[in-house]
């Protein structure tokens, strides 16, 4: 999780903005349930009056309820009304101050309320109509004995259903003073109705405005994943190519990022949400009163418990999905490339059973993760669902009680389920997180992981170039192997001459001339350019001496001409013509439509194997380097194309290094220096000639691949040499 989150601060201005919104639309949300409460409470059962005190009530009114009040209360309840005839007309209109008032007058006039509507009403008269001052006063003081009793029975009544008695007294006075009450009724029912129609348009909008930069955010992660993914594979040397496998690679740079960017996004969305709605449904709910707070606790509790067993059960299957993906990702690309080999050799069936366990594994793996997560919501559905009917049950009893209202108890049950969908929205991301996690560790694994080839912290600067390449004493071997590959090279490779070198099948001949552009670097000894080591030169400087043509031709999408300026960007077309003429490809790009602008698939595909080879040499021509190194790259041509393109190349790149990489003697026949390998050691060196006669590998060579006349021997030395 704390990788995920990482991602995420480089946008925290945004997230800032999205808390601010989700805030805003919890406030909304936790809003409404509240209206409704006020619509059945206030709206419907009050008739739209709100508060204790009536806005007017008759003079006979006025005088009976200064009977239940203390000294203090009546002078507050004569300061608030003024005289109009026999109508007192209430003077405060502030909302805060009618509430206060609400709160110091409720128990007189609820007790002039009760008393009102009693069916024995002698009391009642008895005091409307005192005898004498000393009779008023004694019935005065009887009354206000009473309220100690009074006040004792309100107290056990909630706050809400104490002030709908206040406001059922505050109608009858209403309506006995003239004033119409139904039209206030109505008034209310519309500015509340209004209300909650404004407050689900502002969550509309909140709500757009959320995803809008939820998604920008996500898409930014991705941007960035993508970006460092990329960026760190680039800079890989072979040794970490050799660690994370292509298919590995690239599972991590698409479906793992994708995971991380839909994770966000729901993070931003649901899961910043959700604690936001949950404490504010929490706080909501103690403000009602209601006195069920056990029950949500309680349901809580048992989503914990459920979403617990579901994910200690899917855990273990969502880290092996990852897996599964890059396996089947491996499959698919290994069928996909050698796709020709397999119809040749007949195999189509063998392969598609191949790949069908990897499906099969994968879809396995998949349907149980989703077949038990497919339990999450119908037991989600059932906790809330008998959470509804406990707090009707409940509720139920308390408003037979009358310690609530139905009111309120609507108002309980939505916050109850605003709480418990807060949970979850967190369970359904536990379906996600888990596998974004591990998504997440993958990706950080390429990101973390430094290439073990990298520029000096202080590097040489080039300051000639001359191209002289020199091994002294290099040793190598392959990270994590326990023997070296190569042993104690050593050679000298000219400007202006060739360096061949040539070995049996697995000698180390490709090793030696990837160790030159520091494709790995050597275990022991040193590599110097221009008397420079190149670990001392920056890669760039290095690589720009080079002209590198690897045993396998690779080209990219686009034209000819595009690939023949992926080494130098600003070679003319007269340049890159000349290349090719040396490469010997003019005559099949001219005999080609759009000659040079001829389209080139991806890898090359629509081009055979002696035209991608050309096509490669050509590149590296074009780049018109100080060294040239062609690792077995004049393979797949025939003879006399092989000829003319070392003659050709000979008489035009005079004052380069030429390294060339061979399996045929005849391709290295003219070259100044050749190197033998045999099991990773220089076993002989000169030119042609002198190998023939000091190096018994090179004799063997020779002999297994040309003849005694071309070789220069008469039949009789061969047979003796035999």
């Known amino acids: 999780m704390s990788k995920i989150f990482k991602n995420m601060i480089p946008y925290w201005k945004s997230i800032v903005i999205i808390i601010a919104l989700l805030f805003v639309q919890a406030w909304c949300d936790l809003s409404l349930p509240s209206y409704t409460s006020d619509i059945i409470d206030v709206g419907i059962q009050n008739y739209g009056v709100e508060h204790v005190v009536p806005e007017a009530l008759t003079a006979d009114e006025f005088e009976t309820a200064e009977l239940f009040m203390t000294d203090e209360e009546a002078d507050l309840w004569e300061s608030i009304y003024e005289q109009d005839g026999d109508i007192y007309r209430l003077q405060v209109t502030a909302e805060s101050e009618l509430n206060e008032i609400d709160d110091t007058l409720a128990v007189p006039l609820i007790m002039n309320y009760q008393m009102s509507v009693m069916e024995d009403s002698a009391v009642k008269e008895h005091v409307a109509k005192p005898t004498g001052a000393d009779a008023g006063t004694l019935e005065k003081d009887t009354l206000l004995s009473m309220r100690d009793s009074m006040e004792d029975t ?74 460092k993914v990329f960026k760190q594979v680039v800079g890989f040397s072979n040794a970490e190519m050799d660690k994370f496998s292509t298919a590995s690679l690239i599972t991590r740079s698409t479906n793992d990022i994708q995971q991380i960017q839909m994770v966000s996004v729901m993070l931003l969305r649901m899961v910043a949400y959700a604690p936001i709605l949950g404490v504010g449904g929490v706080l909501k709910v103690m403000q009602t009163g ?65 790949f069908d366990v990897a499906n099969k594994n994968l879809t396995k793996t998949m349907l149980f993760t989703n077949r038990v997560m497919t339990f999450m919501m119908p037991g989600m559905m059932m906790i809330m669902n008998v959470l509804s009917v406990g707090i009707v049950w409940v509720g139920a009893h308390k408003i037979d009680a009358g310690t609530m209202q139905v009111g309120a108890m609507t108002a309980f049950i939505t916050y109850a389920m605003m709480i418990v969908m807060s949970f979850l929205m967190l369970t359904m991301m536990s379906i996600m997180l888990p596998r974004a996690a591990v998504a997440a560790d ?280 035999e």
């Open 442 to 721: 993958r990706i950080d694994e390429v990101i973390q992981t430094e290439s073990s080839i990298h520029d000096a912290k202080e590097p040489e600067k080039v300051t000639t170039h001359n191209g002289v390449v020199k091994f002294s004493h290099v040793n190598f071997k392959y990270p994590g192997a326990e023997e070296d590959v190569l042993h104690d090279i050593d050679f000298t490779a000219e400007p202006g001459q060739t360096t061949a070198i040539i070995g049996s099948t697995g000698c180390g001949k490709s090793t030696l001339v990837n160790l030159i552009p520091r494709l790995y670097d050597v275990t022991d000894g040193s590599i110097t350019l221009d008397g420079k080591d190149i670990r001392n030169i920056t890669m760039s400087d290095l690589r720009d001496e080079i002209g590198f043509v690897p045993q396998k031709g690779v080209l990219f999408s686009g034209t000819i001409a595009s690939n023949l300026r992926f080494g130098k960007d600003d070679a003319t077309d007269e340049e890159i013509k000349k290349a090719a003429e040396i490469a010997q490809a003019t005559e099949f790009i001219e005999a080609k439509d759009d000659k040079y602008e001829s389209a080139i698939a991806q890898g090359g595909s629509n081009v055979s194997g002696g035209q991608k080879q050309r096509l490669a040499i050509a590149r590296a021509i074009a780049k018109d380097p100080k060294i040239f190194i062609f690792d077995d790259s004049f393979s797949a041509l025939d003879l006399k194309t092989d000829a003319a393109l070392r003659k050709a190349l000979a008489e035009n790149v005079k004052d380069s290094t030429v390294i060339i990489v061979a399996q045929r003697i005849s391709t290295i026949l003219h070259a100044e220096q050749i190197l033998v390998l045999d099991d990773g050691k220089i076993v002989g060196k000169g030119t042609h000639e002198e190998l023939l006669k000091s190096c018994e590998v090179y004799q063997q060579i020779a002999k297994s691949q040309l003849s005694a006349k071309e070789l220069g021997l008469e039949e009789s030395e061969v047979a003796l040499n």
């Open 154 to 227: 309100i107290d056990t009544m909630g706050s809400s259903l104490v002030k709908s008695m206040g406001a059922a007294y505050a109608v009858s006075c209403d309506k006995a003073a003239g004033l119409d009450v139904e039209k206030i009724q109505k008034n209310y029912l519309v500015t509340a109705g209004l209300k909650m129609v404004g407050m689900a348009l502002m969550i509309g909008i909140v709500t757009v405005l959320v995803g809008f930069f939820a998604s920008r955010v996500g898409a930014g992660i991705g941007r960035t994943l993508r970006e």
């Open 290 to 354: 209601a006195g069920m707070g056990w029950i949500i606790v309680l349901a809580i509790l048992v989503i914990l418990g459920y979403v617990m067993v579901l994910m200690a059960v899917t855990m273990p299957k969502f880290q092996l999905m990852q897996k599964l993906v890059d396996n089947i990702n491996l499959v698919s690309r290994e069928i996909l490339t050698g796709l020709s080999v397999i119809r040749a050799f007949g195999r189509e069936k063998k392969e598609e059973d191949r």
